[in-house]
């Protein structure tokens, strides 16, 4: 199946027959002003999607279909659905629960067109969980003849620069800090990820690294290495019902950061 063309919406245009009321109207149900305002264009920037305003022609108007429709996420569809209707639109179909915890509605602004809105349940980040367990990925490790030359390979090639262990990717973690997930080669012959076949390894950043190994343990799940504890982090190591180990790691984002800032500055 060929690459689709599509690389996501970015702009939904709406054409009205007076572009001065219309921006007045569009203004005031956003709450916003437009940061481009022409006769010929007028757009506004929600939530970083481009929603604009055009003047249609007589023809144009004629063939005005509402076959298509934009959806806008919403907080709270019952309240946006009411206030958008105090401020003019009409009710074109009801909020209404769609599955999945999703519901949508429909209605039409002063010129016709029609504007859908959406509200879908809220989404929990694993960094912000309560419980023990897997809040995102930690690292990939894997075997190599000659580690050196292949991480050679994939700084020249790929641009991807490591040091005796390896290199980490920096990302922000959801509210605040950054959490790190690293990249390494090992050894061929290296019995850090268990069995000799075993070829790749995965580490998992956790919460409550020893509250998760008890629940494990209830489970019957096979620990065989018991938590390791350094300054930048605990770790433990137990197995999948497939037989591969993983890592676990309840990380100390502080001490491992310097230590990543550290030995960038030094390359």
Do not use: C
């Not at 939904?12 to 010929?40: C, H, K, S």
């Not at 958008?84 to 009710?91: E, S, V, Y």
């Not at 067109?113 to 959406?118: T, Y």
């Not at 494990?216 to 620990?223: K, S």
């Amino acid at each position: 199946m060929p690459e689709s063309m599509f690389k996501g919406l970015r702009t939904t245009i709406y054409r009205v027959a007076d572009m001065q009321e219309a921006v007045e109207w569009y203004a005031g149900l956003l709450g916003q002003p437009p940061y481009f305002n022409e006769p010929f264009y007028a757009g506004f920037n929600v939530g970083g999607f481009e929603l604009g305003l055009q003047p249609y022609e007589e023809e144009v108007q004629q063939a005005k279909s509402r076959n298509v429709a934009s959806y806008w996420s919403v907080d709270d569809i019952e309240d946006t659905f009411s206030q958008m209707q105090k401020h003019g639109a009409k009710a074109y179909e009801k909020p209404q629960d769609v599955g999945g915890g999703i519901k949508t509605a429909t209605l039409l602004d002063p010129w016709g067109n029609l504007i859908g809105i959406i509200q879908e349940p809220p989404v929990v980040e694993a960094s912000q969980r309560q419980d023990p367990g897997v809040t995102a990925l930690g690292g990939i490790f894997f075997k190599s003849k000659d580690p050196d030359a292949l991480k050679k390979w994939y700084e020249e090639m790929l641009g991807l620069s490591s040091g005796p262990y390896g290199t980490s990717f920096r990302w922000r973690k959801p509210g605040k800090g950054y959490g790190y997930t690293v990249w390494s080669v090992f050894s061929q012959k290296s019995d850090y990820f268990g069995a000799a076949e075993q070829s790749h390894m995965v580490n998992y950043r956790v919460k409550d690294l020893d509250g998760l190994l008890e629940r494990l343990r209830a489970h019957g799940v096979d620990i065989p290495k018991e938590p390791e504890s350094f300054d930048y982090g605990k770790f433990a190591w137990v197995t999948d019902p497939d037989g591969n180990r993983i890592e676990l790691w309840e990380p100390d984002d502080g001490v491992y950061g310097k230590m990543g800032d550290e030995w960038a500055e030094s390359h």
